[in-house]
């Protein structure tokens, strides 16, 4: 499927979104992380089927603009507030993975009447320090396979892992990265915790807390502890690593769709 | 030609195979290699190797910061620099600097920068470095993103707290002082000479340049490696239209001289192979934070001066090729004159820094290089750059050769 590739400014310019969206049926967010390469992905696809799917980049990744007059995690949600006030959207179901469920979480939390129902994938923005999770944000590419799959030989992974050989293909992706890495590490650096656990009793929206049962970069323990912390949390493991969304894209969809359907 | 007596500070007892078993000298080098009786002991020895460099006629004596960090024992360069005021009675105090970012409030700079200017009787160099990613981000986690947006914030109070007479109110992005009037004031008018030490980007040449401050380009990797850094800098200098006095520009050499060129290999490379093969043995991951540079930074396609690629480079290297490629200038007096005059001609640079305590360099042999090279080199590349002015020195100090 090919989604809908807009830009849309908010603010005068100040603040630019690039949109990704495809699908029918009642509106639903997905917020990506740090190792996503934003984009679309097959497990948008499956979820196109039923819902009409926007997934934002990210301010300051790949055409997403204006994170420098963002100053915290407040602006951020602002900005996504508006970002969905220009989407004439009301509420919407969010979805967000990693850093991106670390957004979701916040936006559920701080406006809710934005979020139908709030989807967790393996979400940042708790820190245990029994448990930390791993530095994603600085692991040189070569080490992240392993730590962001299950298998870091299969297929998924050794795609995700080939860069472009070409050398300013090469460079150009690398500064890509970089780019991507700094624009949300702003929001989490150096401990990925701006305070959400004092919030997170604010979510009113149904909740799923999903994750890979092999997530080597977020250990599974958090899973308890976003279900502890947000009231009636469902908790759904899928088989999969920390990139269970990509590894498993069937399965992680059926099991929101199956959430998002009850 | 002013010429200063740069330390680093580095622990000098690292294993030989510390560049084996840990991933980095920095950051995260385990406390269990540290013992605090020989730090101790160290601190004392690289004091008398400062003071003795001053007797032996340097110009002055650079001081800096670094955290977490095994070759750098100087979280604090100020308190270094205030035992030297107080040791020292000629020499210019360079301190390089303080990493304003860091400081919370960036008063407290402005405040023990006035208190060394006046401690030393004007004699204070007011460096200000952006500060390294390893140091900023990781040992003290600043964020990436915001780091040089902080700096000149706390940059534009600080002189401010310097210059301006009234007691006066800063609403900052990062900052908010309501009454900023720092006791004391520094001693030099209007402010402490400020030189900024940078790592190549793009923006600090600019910025320097625009407020007509001192560059220092801090290399590990000698001057041949270092042209292309600060050519970039002279024409940044051109763009914007400044004159090309040399004092302009700072540079780090490492040196050693020896009575000839065999000795100097029989006494210096096992300490220069322990400075690149240990004190600059950072993990890839350590290297930069994503966003510590620039986007076009990144663009210019040059490299962090620590992590994997670096470490690769620096594998491969002898007592030749740390010679050939320019890294050390080393050799008898004859052949040290030859090389640093080139060094400082091709760089353009009227305040050359030397380091010559290179990584587990004992105080003996720091002393027999200090020595060697105030007597049979320095007073050979003095007179370079003999019809410029140096308007980036203090007012209080007195150069080696009595200027």
């Known amino acids: 499927m090919t989604p809908d590739d807009r ?11 690039r949109v990704l969206s495809a699908g029918r049926g009642e509106p639903l967010v997905y917020f990506h992380s740090f190792h996503e390469r934003g984009g679309w992905s097959p497990f948008l696809d499956r979820l196109a089927g039923r819902y009409t799917v926007h997934a934002p980049l990210h301010p300051g990744v790949q055409g997403s603009g204006g994170v420098e007059t963002l100053d915290d995690v407040l602006d951020l949600v602002l900005a996504y507030d508006e970002l969905l006030d220009r989407l004439g959207i009301g509420a919407a179901h969010l979805v967000g993975h990693f850093f991106g469920g670390m957004v979701a979480a916040e936006l559920a939390a701080t406006l809710r009447a934005r979020a139908t129902k709030l989807v967790l994938i393996s979400p940042l923005g708790l820190w245990r320090d029994d448990a930390p999770s791993a530095d994603l944000l600085i692991l040189p590419h070569e080490d992240l396979p392993a730590v962001l799959f299950r298998d870091p030989a299969s297929e998924v992974a050794r795609r995700w892992a080939t860069l472009p050989e070409g050398d300013n293909e090469n460079v150009a992706a690398q500064i890509e990265s970089v780019q991507r890495r700094a624009a949300m590490a702003k929001f989490v650096w150096p401990i990925p915790d701006r305070g959400l656990r004092k919030r997170l009793h604010r979510i009113s929206a149904p909740t799923l807390v999903l994750w890979g049962d092999a997530d080597r970069a977020n250990p599974v323990v ?4 976003w279900q502890r912390r947000v009231k009636g949390a469902a908790l759904s493991l899928v088989p999969g690593g920390h990139m ?6 069937d399965a992680a969809a059926a099991a929101v769709a199956e959430f998002l359907a009850t | 030609m002013k010429i200063c007596f740069f330390h ?6 690292l294993p030989d195979d510390f ?5 980095s000298v920095w950051v995260d080098p385990p406390h269990s290699l540290f013992d605090p009786e020989k730090c101790g002991d160290l601190y004392h020895e690289f004091l008398d190797e400062l003071e003795f460099a001053e007797q032996a006629g340097f110009d002055g004596l650079c001081v800096n910061e670094h955290h977490n960090n095994a070759y750098g024992l100087m979280p604090s360069p100020n308190l270094m620099a205030a035992t030297l005021t107080r040791r020292t009675s000629r020499a210019a105090i360079v301190v390089l600097g303080n990493s304003l970012a860091a400081y919370n409030p960036p008063l407290r700079v402005a405040e023990e920068f006035a208190m060394l200017d006046l401690l030393s009787r004007g004699r204070l160099v007011a460096g200000f470095p952006v500060g390294t990613s390893m140091d900023m981000n990781f040992a003290y986690g600043i964020d990436p993103a915001t780091l040089r947006d902080r700096y000149y914030e706390a940059h534009d109070l600080v002189l401010q707290a310097w210059t301006r007479p009234e007691v006066f109110a800063f609403n900052g992005k990062y900052t908010q002082v309501r009454y900023v009037n720092i006791w ?3 001693l030099q008018k209007p402010h402490p000479p400020v030189w900024i030490p940078g790592g190549g980007s793009v923006e600090t040449w600019e910025w320097t340049a625009k407020l007509d401050y001192v560059y220092c380009y801090l290399s590990y990797y000698g001057y041949k490696r270092g042209k292309a850094t600060m050519d970039g800098f002279w024409e940044a200098i051109a763009r914007l239209g400044a004159d090309d006095n040399p004092y302009r520009a700072g540079f780090l050499q490492l040196v050693c001289v020896a009575d000839t060129d065999a000795e100097a290999e029989r006494l210096y490379f096992p300490h220069v192979h322990y400075f690149y093969q240990k004190c600059l043995n950072v993990w890839e991951g350590f290297a930069e934070a994503p966003g510590y540079r620039t986007v076009k930074t990144l663009q210019t396609g040059t490299k962090p001066q620590v992590g994997a690629q670096a470490k690769k480079i620096r594998q491969s290297l002898d007592w030749q090729k740390y010679l050939d490629q320019g890294y050390v200038i080393a050799g008898s007096p004859a052949t040290v004159r030859q090389q640093l005059t080139e060094c400082i001609r091709s760089l353009r640079v009227g305040h050359l820094m030397v380091l010559l305590q290179i990584g587990s360099m004992p105080k003996d042999l720091v002393l027999h290089n200090t020595d060697l090279f105030a007597r049979e080199v320095m007073p050979h590349v003095r007179d370079v750059w003999s019809g410029y002015k140096d308007r980036w020195w203090p007012a209080g100090a007195v150069a080696g050769n009595g200027q």
């Open chain 1, 7 to 17: 830009t849309l400014d908010l603010r005068d310019g100040d603040v630019r979104f």
């Open chain 1, 222 to 225: 958090y899973a308890e502890e």
């Open chain 1, 244 to 249: 269970v969304l990509h590894e498993a894209p």
């Open chain 2, 8 to 13: 680093l500070m580095p622990y000098r007892f």
């Open chain 2, 19 to 23: 560049e084996q078993r840990y991933r």
């Open chain 2, 184 to 186: 004391p004031q520094p």
